[in-house]
């Protein structure tokens, strides 16, 4: 970055200054100035401007050239996408679970650097980086007062290998901060504190812009932030000074009009969002929301929106700076000074307001966008999302007609395959008994006929208990008899970071508890319920305005402070449910507040899992089914067996907003987030890690020297042909495989090739964790890499009932001994590679939707897999697969493995041009069984320029580490 005005600089004169209210000055590149020479500026999108100023205040000839300045200065809408922006972020944020691996390969480059008589020094963060410990509190505990510190007390003993790491990374790097445990989710933290709005270094000021590895890093687009998800690979590519290269985007406007209806919230809202722009197809685009409707929202509601983009599909879901969004850096603690400058800088920019709304700089009229979507907010209604898919919207009166149509239907279709009969074969008593007077089986009715079975479980002390519990209960334990059926609602959380920043459906959960608890409405003990804020300031204002005690009464206790349930850190049920539910093969449902219900991600043995706001959350938990239609039918049976209906319960917008003031106290977010340097905690503290600039790297299950430097040499090996001759097909998949399908995140099971290899190593089950906290281990990785038990390989044949096997498994086609038998798709990798076989992936639309999950194109790579052949790509996923030397192929439309007949017995050529040009023309040869051979073309998803160089360096981690050791 320029700390001084360079005059060398080609667009030097674009260097002007402003002045805050205060009278104080400063200097900036002004976006006004370029438009004087590319009028077309003034006409482009806030977010595409944004962008624009850091290509211009970078550009130096060298890695930003005054060609592309002035490329993206005229911008056009609909435009052929060609052109490479190489974007210079302000910082980088990460979670541990991401972020972990990413320290790991930082580690393992200092050791390579000393091995190669370097300095190790050469290895250094060039921005700032903040890594947020959010994804290692697991909900063993619940429905307690005590259930956070246990919680937390299990999370350090845990993840003791990893943080001991990670204090290890704060003293070896000077740019390397940690925010601890139990301060909240990183993308609150982002907003409520990580975030400054505008940055200045040498008198020079520039906005917050900003790369993560989470996808949802998005969600501090609602403050006019520019920042997405990428993978910790090219997280650690712009740490280490490399510009994040992308194509030029389209634009789409999102125009919000009219104002949400009484009863809807910001759930409500981002659901619907999410449907609408799934079915528009913005992968890889930027989406920005303009008009009145925009500008009526409160900055959390903005937040939210923008936090589901991956949902949607977007790299961005971008809003304005505007005066809700100083009034949000005023009420979370923000100094004058920095919201004078962040203000004054946006107004010079031309760039302060929403556009299309009453007081904005621009009318919408003067924004071009690639295409418009308009949605009248008014038009909004209560809704959940599911069973699978965060883009299922389903509206609230149909849950139940929803989960009862899906059950007989095929997993094709987002069903459950199962037998329709299941839901209708015997009669079921009549509702209208007190609930506290009924037996279990029916305190939660369910349609005509459900058939329920029995669990005999302990006395008051159901799933409440310690689920990772070691000893026996007593042999004189009290058993009593609890029955579960398909809908029951075995998990309801109130989680992750879509919902837990924004204080209206927080209250409006509270306000719902005491109003329940005021008529007598109770949860069922057996029921997993947690609260997991995203922020310390969530319990503070939820205990001052009194609402706490109220869901407390409901079994929803504090649990942790960051993403538990939405990234599969539930925490196990009991035994008996477990068994249950594997015995009758019944589908059972998880509520929770969070934007992922991916299969297998929230607890593999609940294969419906929905998302809905806060107060639907509570509200299930008290029904204990999705089978019960909450707009027409009783939540529950209060005082007397008196029915009580949602809309006796549900908070009005005015309650609400009159406890808003409580959620906005600018004194508590400081006092709040001071204690991350002055009191941490002291589980956070008792930690001690090694000390040294490179790292010793002890024996560990947690945390390994990953191999993808073996053989590094600083001469770059000659470049290979990037062809794949005569690969072997490891899968067959279908549409949306996610990245959870392919390197789940949530518990590692005991038969799985991970946990075998962990049992081997002298890890007890208990002690296994998640694959999420061993991300620092390649060695648990790679096993657990297309491990998930719902994935689905379609090589496999399907039953007698023409359903399909579930799990990592595949058919072995390589000649000699196993040729033609089932087994994990680890194993089969292990014999591929040692054969020296390569290996193929085809797959269908979406593949790599999810999370920005490096490990998923990782282990692809170390499975010996080098080319994933799919309908279509998500963005993150694409690019991690090119950073990891993988090659993504895409089929020409009409085209799919389905189309072509493939069995998984063919041998395969995949022939990409010589010169490897982005986005050209590739061949697949197809070879099958009988030596017929067949030929057709694919499309190249190498989409840039940087990203061929990275290929042919083997990979952006070798490419970064030569250019860093050679300066």
Known sequence: MLSRVDFAHPFASTVKSFR????????????????????????????????????LRHCDGERVLPEQVARLANWQPNAERTDEIPFTVARVVLQDFTGVPLLADLAAMRSTALRLGQDPRKIEPLVPVDLVVDHSVMVDHYGTKNALDLNMKLEFQRNRERYQFLKWGMQAFDTFGVVPPGFGIVHQVNLEYLARGVHMKGGLYYPDTLVGTDSHTTMINGIGVVGWGVGGIEAEAAMLG???????????????????????????????????????????????????????????????????????????????????????????????AEIEAFEAYFRAQGLFGVPGAAGASQASGDIVYSQVVTLDLGQVTPSLAGPKRPQDRIELGRVSQQFAELFSLPAAQNGFNRPAAMLHTRHQPE????????????????????????????ANKPARAMAHAKTEPPSHAVQKK?????????????????????????????????????????????????L??????????????????YLEKLGFSLAGYGCTTCIGNAGDLTAELNEVIAQNDLVCAAVLSGNRNFEARIHPNLKANFLASPPLVVAYAIAGTVLRDLMTEPVGFGTQGKAVYLGDIWPSSDEIHALLKYAMHGKAYRENYERIATEPGKLWEHIRGVDGLAYTWPQSTYIAEPPFFEGFALEAPPSLSAAVRGARIMALFGDSITTDHISPAGSIQENSPAGQWLLEHGVLKADFNSYGARRGNHEVMMRGTFANVRIKNLMLPPGPDGSREEGGQTIYQHEGIGQGQTMSI????????????????????????????????????????????????????????????????????????????????????????????????????????????????????IDTPMEVNHFRAGGILPHVLRQLLSA
């Not at 005066?323 to 100094?335: A, C, E, I, P, V």
């Open 20 to 55: 805050t209210a205060s009278g104080k000055s400063g200097r900036f590149y002004s976006l006004p100035a370029l438009a004087k020479q590319h009028p077309n500026v003034s006409r482009l999108p806030v977010s595409l401007r944004i962008v624009l100023e850091s290509v």
């Open 242 to 336: 490399q510009p994040v290269s992308f194509l030029t985007p389209d634009v789409v406007g999102f125009e919000l009009t009219g104002r949400l209806r009484e009863g809807c919230t910001a759930t409500d809202l981002v659901l619907t969002v999410t449907e609408i722009l799934r079915r528009h197809k913005v992968v890889g685009k930027f989406v920005e929301f303009f008009g009145e409707g925009t500008a009526s929202l409160s900055l959390p509601d903005r937040a939210t929106i923008a936090n589901m983009a991956p949902e949607y599909g977007a790299t961005m879901g971008f809003f304005p700076v505007d005066d809700k969004t100083l009034d949000y850096f005023r009420g979370t603690g923000r100094s004058v």
């Open 431 to 458: 509702l209208g008994e007190p609930a506290d007077t009924l037996a279990p089986e029916k305190a939660t009715p369910t349609p005509p006929g459900a058939p329920r079975f029995v669990a005999e479980m302990e």
């Open 482 to 530: 609890l029955t579960i059926g398909n809908g029951d609602v075995l998990i309801a959380a109130i989680t992750s970071c879509t919902n837990t920043s924004n204080p209206s459906v927080l209250l409006a959960a509270g306000l719902l508890a005491k109003k329940a608890v005021e008529a007598g409405l109770k949860v069922q003990p057996h029921i997993k319920t947690s």
């Open 532 to 549: 997991a804020p995203g922020s310390r300031i969530v319990t503070e204002y939820l205990t001052r305005t009194g609402l706490l005690p």
């Open 826 to 941: 680890f194993e089969a990798a292990m014999r591929y590679r040692a054969a020296q076989v390569p290996t193929v992936i085809f797959a269908g639309e979406e593949y790599g939707t999810g999370s920005s999950r490096d490990w998923a194109a990782k282990g692809t790579q170390l499975l010996g897999i080098k080319a994933v052949i799919a309908r279509s790509f998500e963005r993150i996923h694409r690019s991690n697969l090119v950073g990891m030397g993988v090659l993504p192929l895409q089929f020409k439309a009409g085209d799919s493995w389905e189309s072509l007949g493939l069995t998984g017995e063919e041998e395969i050529d995949v022939i990409p041009p010589a010169d490897l040009q982005p986005q050209s023309e590739a061949r697949l040869v197809i070879v099958d069984p009988d030596g017929d051979r067949r030929e057709i073309p694919l499309v190249l998803r």
